[in-house]
């Protein structure tokens, strides 16, 4: 094939600590050590989400899950007596990072904001929409837009000293409206997340910044139903999706025989990747993953014109053998000859009764040897092969009445024409 394949995007392992309080309607203090009621770590291998949900026997944190439900309330605890943050509705996205029951511990999605108390932070004068916080154990709480800052009460992290925080927001009454920090996390009901893929870093990437809302515009929400926010992971990590699906599909097509591969429909799937602008990095990839492609393609193309010439010269083969066994045939059926050459009748032995003897040429019409019946042979007339390519078998030895250099036939058993 595998594919590389390549980029390696390493995944993140996350482990997010998050502390919420138990006792509904009391309004913890701005700072101070998080409750201890419940305490969600994320462990690197949990157990399974119900089948229904996903695609594995058991999870791995972080993960894309895909939101399977129309309008999904996402809490600031894990429970619906924690408050609604938001909704969002299939098929958006979100990354699971830690489980509690039957709910499902999520980074904020693009669009969530959070709350802490302005007295603890210190607005940078030459960047309003940066803050520093001034003490330590200052306690961040998810925001909601149709519930005001006050009675926002679910802690999601406390900060300390000199930790920055990111104001998307004008102040409302004691508090900042500020994006979600590090470590902030918000909660949704397992089954109505359906496992996708494990997660990578470019899926961890920071949430987007939050729409401002000014303080009268929040106030006139205080009745409305929560804010459906955006898909959670960036549209980005849905490009690379698709590049990882192609290139798993280049490694299973690989694998196979190569006069079984057919890389059409993976090569149209990364040419179209390729070319969309909004692709980002997936584009890229696809740009080089299209070289392996064609690596691929070539040597496909190199094995079948290989494979073409195995059967030519296969071909070839057969047609010299079948010419050579009528060769064979020709020249006695296969037998093996002493001399081969055109037969002649010699005119230095003519008029010699005693000794009867012929003349073998070679193609340049040179005497090879000379060629002298023996055994059944002697009787036989000669005359018909005169002029014709013969084979000769019998002993070879030195001819001492002549002056011809080459060995010549001292007998001759057999002479098959031409």
């Known amino acids: 094939m595998k594919r590389i394949y390549f ?62 439900a129309a309008d999904l ?40 904001f959070s709350w802490i108390f302005k007295e603890y932070v210190q607005v940078d004068t030459n960047k309003p929409d940066t803050g520093t916080v001034n003490t330590d154990n200052v ?58 893929r494990k997660a990578d870093g470019i899926d961890m990437a920071k949430p987007k910044e939050a729409v401002t ?21 960036d549209p980005n990590s849905r490009y690379l999706e698709q590049y990882y699906v192609f290139t798993k599909q280049l490694d299973e097509e690989k694998a196979k025989p190569i006069s079984d591969q057919n890389f059409t429909a993976i090569r149209a799937g990364l040419e179209a990747l390729a070319a969309d602008k909004k692709a980002g990095k997936a584009s890229e990839y696809a740009q080089y993953t299209l070289k392996t492609v064609s690596r691929y393609e070539l040597a496909k ?3 079948s014109m290989i494979e073409s010439q195995k059967s030519d010269l ?26 081969i050459g055109m037969f002649k009748p010699s005119a230095v032995y003519q008029g010699r009764p005693d000794i009867k003897r012929f003349l073998v040429m070679d193609e340049k019409n040179m005497p090879i040897s000379y060629a002298e019946p023996a055994g059944e042979m002697t009787g036989r007339d000669f005359k018909p092969f005169f002029g014709k390519k013969v ?4 002993e070879i030895s030195t001819d001492s009445m002549s002056n011809i250099s080459a060995d010549f036939l001292s007998e001759m058993s057999l002479m098959i024409p031409s």
């Not at 084979?391 to 019998?394: A, F, Q, T, V, Y």
């Open 73 to 112: 309330n996402i809490r600031s605890g894990a429970g619906t007596n924690f408050y609604s943050c938001g909704k969002v509705g299939s098929p958006a996205r979100v990354i699971v990072v830690g489980e509690n029951n039957s709910w499902s511990q999520i980074l904020p999605p693009p669009g969530s």
């Open 391 to 394: 084979g000769l078998s019998g």
């Open 314 to 339: 296969q071909k070839q083969m057969e047609a010299i053998e079948q010419e050579r066994q009528k060769k064979k045939a020709e020249f006695g059926g296969g037998k093996t000859f002493a001399m």
């Open 7 to 68: 980029y390696q995007i390493a995944i993140i392992s996350v482990l997010f600590s998050v502390n919420v309080l138990a006792e509904e309607g009391k309004r913890p203090a701005a700072f101070g050590p998080a409750p201890e009621e419940t305490t969600i770590v994320a462990p690197t291998v949990a157990p399974a989400v119900a089948e229904s949900n996903t695609a594995a026997a058991a999870v791995q944190y972080p993960y894309v899950g895909e939101i399977t």
């Open 213 to 233: 809302v000014k303080p009268a515009e929040l106030a006139s929400k205080a009745t409305a139903k929560p804010t459906v926010l955006v898909d959670q992971v």
């Open 139 to 196: 306690r961040v709480y998810a925001g909601a837009e149709d519930r005001d800052a006050a009675l926002s009460d679910s802690v999601q992290v406390t900060l300390n000293k000199s930790q920055k925080v990111r104001i998307v927001g004008q102040a409302v009454g004691d508090y900042y409206k500020i994006a979600p920090p590090d470590g902030a996390t918000l909660w949704m009901s397992t089954q109505y997340i359906k496992f996708l």
């Open 301 to 303: 193309q190199s094995a």
